[in-house]
């Protein structure tokens, strides 16, 4: 295959604007701002699913509390209508014997009743003051993700901005080549990753390693139009006063 050497030179410049697209490409794929938003997910999960859990606990806690409340009331109410019966005068001996031990029967149920309303109600409160704790976390979880959020669209944005001008460039290069030379380089491109690299110093630009001697005497002795390739990666090798022949 023949192709000018001033257009094999601009090879070059359409392998700098893919490489750069690739770079985007695999930027994109690995932006740290990715794991950060899954972990920063993650997170705020978790932390949603503990608010949740408090929250239940509260809510179990409220309903224990008011059901002892009522029977803390209940007791007291018993005790306050048994207390004016005796005082009223109306009950014989024996009733107003066993009023009075039932008097201080339900004392004591009070008494212990309120004792379980108190150790209810700093439970209670001991949960009330996690639930804000939690609910501040889920709030701080959700400002590092929409944080993160943000990075990760600026830096898309910034990807974006360098590929559309980097797209563009290689489109005003490719009227420039040959249909065949085109076709060459993109076969090689797809199968090696690079389409075409300088030839510096007798090394090749693509795989980095040196050309033998047999190799470098048949480039030298190829005409300057003729399209050559790397023996060790198959790129097309363009020749400049830097490649040493």
Not at 127 to 143: G, H, I, P, S
Request: proline share 1%; aromatic share 0%.
């Amino acid at each position: 295959m023949k192709a000018e050497s001033a257009v094999q030179r601009q090879l070059l410049d359409l392998a700098k604007a893919d490489a750069d697209l690739d770079r985007v490409e695999h930027r994109r794929r690995t932006l740290p701002e990715l794991a950060e938003i899954a972990e920063a997910e993650k997170t705020l999960r978790e932390r949603k699913d503990a608010l949740v859990a408090v929250q239940t606990s509260v809510s179990d806690l409220d309903r224990e509390v008011a059901r002892q409340e009522r029977e803390v009331d209940s007791v007291r109410a018993r005790g306050e209508k048994d207390r004016k019966l005796m005082e009223s005068g109306s009950v014989g001996a024996k009733q107003l014997t066993d009023l009075e031990h039932e008097v201080a029967t339900l004392q004591r149920r009070q008494s212990a009743l309120e004792d379980d309303l108190l150790e209810l109600m700093e439970r209670k409160e001991a949960l009330e003051q996690d639930a804000q704790r939690t609910a501040a976390e889920v709030d701080k979880a959700e400002r590092d993700l929409a944080e993160a959020a943000k990075r990760r669209d600026e830096a898309l944005a910034d990807l974006e901005s360098t590929e559309a001008k980097r797209k563009a460039d290689r489109e005003a290069l490719l009227p420039r080549f040959p249909e065949d030379l085109l076709a060459l380089y993109h076969r090689v491109r797809e199968q090696k990753g690079i389409g075409a690299a300088l030839l510096r110093s007798r090394r090749c630009g693509a795989c980095q390693l040196e050309l033998d001697r047999n190799a470098v005497s048949e480039i030298k002795a190829a005409a300057e139009d003729e399209v050559v390739r790397c023996e060790n990666c198959g790129a097309i090798l363009v020749r400049t006063m830097e490649s040493g022949l």
